[in-house]
């Protein structure tokens, strides 16, 4: 039996509309990430719920021991189980494009297969 999916009902933030507060977090995301992902603008209707989001993934990025392909490994497989489309297809691009990561590992994530002890 599969877990059901749950998707978030509330209308997309759009910036040119935005509160003071959503305008703040998307120039951050603007200068973090070069774009607003559309998750953000989901969440931009609930700022607290974006910024703890913001702060724990920027947090991982530049705190954690990983390196840039380790990082993207744990995202792209938390993405997978979560079975969100959306998250698995920016990570892997992320992780093929950005953090140089094997394609056998991606390939590997993407079917629930093993990973590969030598990438």
């Given at each position: 039996m599969s877990a059901p999916i749950y998707k978030m009902k509330t209308p997309?933030?759009?910036?040119?509309?935005?509160?003071?507060?959503?305008?703040v977090l998307f120039?951050?995301?603007?200068?973090?990430?070069?774009?607003?992902?559309?998750?953000?603008r989901n969440m931009g209707n609930h700022p607290a719920l974006l910024e703890a989001y913001m702060n724990g993934y920027s947090s991982f990025r530049s705190k954690s021991d990983f390196t840039s392909a380790e990082?993207?490994?744990?995202?792209?497989?938390?993405s997978a189980e979560n079975n969100c489309d959306y998250c698995i297809e920016?990570?892997?691009?992320?992780a093929d494009m950005m953090s140089k990561v094997p394609l056998a590992v991606t390939e590997a994530i993407h079917a629930n297969t093993e990973i590969p002890e030598k990438s």
């Open positions: 997309s933030v759009n910036p040119e509309n935005a509160n003071t507060e959503q305008q120039e951050r995301s603007k200068k973090e990430n070069k774009m607003i992902p559309n998750m953000f990082q993207e490994v744990v995202l792209l497989t938390i920016g990570h892997s691009i992320a």
